[in-house]
């Protein structure tokens, strides 16, 4: 779908799809802004004018004109009380109007741009309404012989008046740039295990950087193992398909000096548990399992296109954890990058491992700050539910910050603690750290366990084993994989 930018209100409304927004006034229905009011026939106002449409937040409904002016078919979508209006909102009017418009056969749907946001001029409302329409509008169909419903291929994206209607059409491209990496990381996680491995996964990182300009630098197993990384070779060996180190660098042509952002995702291609292999209901899913890593590559593509003035790092340890005969063992002890011994008491406690030797790598550019992504733990989703990633730190400042930027990017994150008394519940009597914290607090000692290797700086751990992906559709995309984190880690390159 091609979304454009076109300012009223002489443009003509006749489209096979127009989204009209609504506020929530109480008991006495929705309102409409009298921009939009004045343009639009009585006809096609019934369900406002009746009040029989409240305009709740998400809330939609069909009005059809019979003489099809403007427009046959009508949508309006409640944004629930005007002074509620802020960016979250606006993203999902664009999300809704997005998925209507994918699922509605026809050439044209038009969305009314709202004339209310908090602090959001024109320019501002139009990224976050374009952004929602890039993401509300995503299907992934790569894999379907037979083609779905039709769609709409053009959506423009209608402003009251022409005044900085070119700022406006630069600002839905940004929103547009996010919302592709968002866009970028559902491919990834949709695809399926036997497509994408840890090679298959590099190959599309070499592409993406490509085209959005950012440095690539592909370790293959040989160099892996150069940088002594024999916790992430350790996942992998029993696997036919061998482990890659990604790195992805954006690097801007006039840096600002600030030292460089590091972000760092899990990107286990297929968990099977290896061999404390996992049971059979629910396996498929794990295929959702390199979310983190397809998060950090859909960021990084989006901050290559945005250009933010500081120097930003994606690092993604890939692997698949299978079973084998030369699977690593419950008993093992293995030698990560940082010098650290770990004993190994499960082998799909393995996100863990990958994460070592990432975070490990990650030190070496000094950053001002260390964000990693993992889909890392089933007790996480039982903590929080399929709502909230948690974020875990070292610093309890930084790890409420980074919430709060997660909360303006639509991306709900609940700070969660760590502390030395959950670093000991993974001291090992053989080795320096064991892989497991007991059954207590299972998302808390992961955390754990990874601050050892996070080093002394700014660190921050993103578990999103719940929100990586979802079972239904919500109004800004379908079942499957999310893309979340994207957003947040946008938002940080840009904003932090
Ligand atoms: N990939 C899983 C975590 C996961 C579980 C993600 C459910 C999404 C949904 C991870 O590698 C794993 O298996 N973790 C174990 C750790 C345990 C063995 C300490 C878990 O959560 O059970
Ligand atoms: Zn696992
Ligand atoms: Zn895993």
């Not at 427009?71 to 997005?98: C, H, M, T, W």
């Amino acid at each position: 779908m091609k979304i454009t930018v076109q300012a009223g209100p002489k443009v003509p409304l006749s489209s096979d799809l127009l989204v009209v927004p609504a506020y929530a006034r109480g008991a006495r229905g929705a309102d409409i802004d009298p921009s939009w009011r004045a343009i639009l026939p009585k006809s096609v106002l019934g369900p406002v004018r009746t009040g029989d449409f409240k305009g709740a937040l998400g809330s939609r409904t069909f009005a059809h004109s019979p003489d099809g002016k403007p427009s046959e078919r009508v949508l309006f979508v409640g944004l629930g009380p005007k002074r509620g209006v802020d960016g979250n909102v606006l993203r999902r009017y664009g999300g809704i109007a997005g998925r209507v418009s994918q699922a509605t056969a026809g050439k044209k749907s038009i969305v009314l741009l709202p004339t209310s946001g908090k602090r959001l001029d024109a320019v501002g409302r139009t990224r976050l309404v374009a952004e929602g329409l890039t993401l509300g509008s995503y299907t992934f169909n790569d894999y379907r012989a037979v083609e779905g419903a039709s769609r709409i291929e053009n959506c423009s994206v209608l402003l009251p008046d022409s005044e900085g209607i070119a700022s406006a059409r630069k600002s839905a491209q940004l929103g547009m740039d996010l919302a592709d990496g968002v866009n970028l990381a559902r491919d990834v996680g949709n695809a399926p295990p036997n497509d994408l491995g840890p090679v298959e996964l590099a190959d599309r990182a070499r592409r993406a950087a490509r085209a959005s300009g950012l440095k690539v630098r592909i370790l293959d197993e040989k160099a892996i193992e150069k940088e002594g990384m024999g916790a992430l070779l350790a996942v992998a060996q029993g696997s036919v398909r061998p482990a890659r180190f990604i790195v992805l660098d954006h690097q801007p042509s006039r840096p600002d000096g600030r030292p460089p952002l590091v972000f760092v995702g899990k990107a286990i291609t297929f968990d099977t548990g290896g061999i404390s292999i996992k049971p059979g209901a629910g396996m498929a899913d794990m295929k959702f399992d390199m979310c983190g890593g397809a998060a950090v590559l859909g960021a990084m593509a989006a901050i290559g296109k945005l250009k933010p003035k500081r120097r930003v790092i994606g690092l993604i340890p890939a692997a698949e954890n299978m079973p084998g005969g030369r699977a690593y063992r419950p008993g093992d002890i293995i030698k990560s990058a940082s010098g650290l011994t770990i004993e190994i008491l499960n082998t799909d406690a393995e996100g863990r491992l990958a994460l070592a030797d990432g975070l490990h790598y990650a030190q070496r550019y000094e950053p001002d700050l260390i964000v990693d992504v993992a889909t890392l733990t089933g007790a996480c989703v039982i903590a929080l539910g399929k709502h909230f990633s948690g974020a875990f730190s070292n610093d309890d400042k930084l790890c409420r910050k980074i919430t709060e930027f997660a909360s303006d990017s639509g991306e709900p994150m609940w700070p969660m603690p760590v502390t030395s008394d959950y670093v000991r519940q993974i001291r090992s009597d053989v080795a320096d750290v064991k892989n497991l914290g007991g059954r207590m607090g299972g998302a808390i000692t992961a955390a754990a366990f990874l601050s050892q290797f996070a080093g002394d700086g700014p660190w921050v751990h993103l578990d999103i084993a719940g929100t990586g992906n979802i079972d239904r559709a919500n109004d800004l995309g379908p079942k499957g994989a999310t893309g979340v984190a994207v957003r947040t880690l946008v938002e940080l390159a840009e904003r932090y």
